[in-house]
C-alpha cells in the first residue's frame, strides 16, 4: 500500500517510536515527556499490566477481541493530540499489521482502513534489537530471538506503508534522543 503525500500540509507532528519488544521505546518516550513533549504509552503492554491478557488459540495467535481494544485504543490516542502539537507514541496503528503478518493472519478490513484514515509523521524512528539493554519480563514474554523476528516484521509494514525509517543509535540515551530531536527540530514547517 503506497501512501500518498499526506505528511506536509499542514505538518503532522505524530511521530511513532517502534522497534522489536525490549529495544528501549518506552525509556525514550519517558526522557522525551520529561523534555515537555506529549507521549503515549504502549497499549499492549499498558492493557496486559492491567490484567486485560491477550487471549491466544491452540495455534497462539492472539484473539480478534485484544486487538479490537489496541486498534480502538490507538486511534483514540492518535485522535487526542492536534497535528500542530509535538507526540511520540510507543508503536502506532501500522505496528498491528506487523503483528497480523507475525501471526500470519490477513489483517482485517477495520485495520486497512484506519492505517488510511490515521496517519503519523512520515519519519518513523525505529528501536532496532539491542541485546546487552533486553530483557524479558511478566509481560514482555518474547526471547531476543523472537525480538529479532519482530523487529524485521515491523519495520517491513511500515516500509510498506511509505513510512521513512530512522533507526536509533545502539547508544545512550542522551545519544537516540539527539537523533530524535535532529529530525523533528530540522524537519520543513
Given at each position: 500500500m503506497n501512501r500518498p503525500d499526506i505528511f506536509t500540509d499542514p505538518p503532522n507532528n505524530r511521530f511513532?517510536?517502534?522497534?522489536?519488544?525490549?529495544?528501549?521505546?518506552?525509556?525514550?518516550?519517558?526522557?522525551?515527556?520529561?523534555k515537555g513533549y506529549a507521549g503515549f504509552p504502549e497499549i499492549a503492554r499498558q492493557l496486559i499490566s492491567q490484567g486485560i491478557a491477550p487471549s491466544f488459540s491452540?495455534?497462539?495467535?492472539?484473539?480478534?477481541?485484544?486487538f479490537d481494544i489496541i486498534l480502538s485504543q490507538r486511534i483514540l490516542q492518535h485522535q487526542q493530540i492536534?497535528?500542530?502539537?509535538?507526540?511520540?507514541f510507543d508503536r502506532g496503528i501500522p505496528d498491528s499489521l506487523a503483528y497480523f503478518?507475525?501471526?500470519?493472519?490477513?489483517?482485517?478490513d477495520i485495520l486497512l482502513e484506519a492505517l488510511k484514515n490515521f496517519p503519523y509523521n512520515q519519519h518513523v524512528f525505529v528501536a532496532p534489537p539491542w541485546e546487552e539493554i533486553y530483557f524479558s519480563d511478566a509481560i514482555r514474554?518474547?526471547?531476543?530471538?523472537?525480538?529479532?523476528?519482530l523487529y524485521e516484521i515491523i519495520t517491513e509494514a511500515y516500509k510498506s506503508l511509505g513510512y521513512l525509517l530512522v533507526e536509533l543509535p545502539k547508544s545512550t540515551l542522551e545519544s537516540r534522543l539527539s537523533a530524535v530531536l535532529d529530525i523533528i527540530e530540522n524537519r520543513p514547517q
Open positions: 511513532i517510536i517502534t522497534g522489536g519488544p525490549g529495544s528501549g521505546k518506552t525509556t525514550l518516550i519517558e526522557k522525551l515527556q520529561s491452540p495455534d497462539k495467535r492472539v484473539s480478534s477481541q485484544f492536534g497535528v500542530a502539537k509535538i507526540a511520540f503478518n507475525y501471526h500470519k493472519k490477513k489483517a482485517p514474554t518474547e526471547t531476543f530471538s523472537e525480538a529479532q523476528k
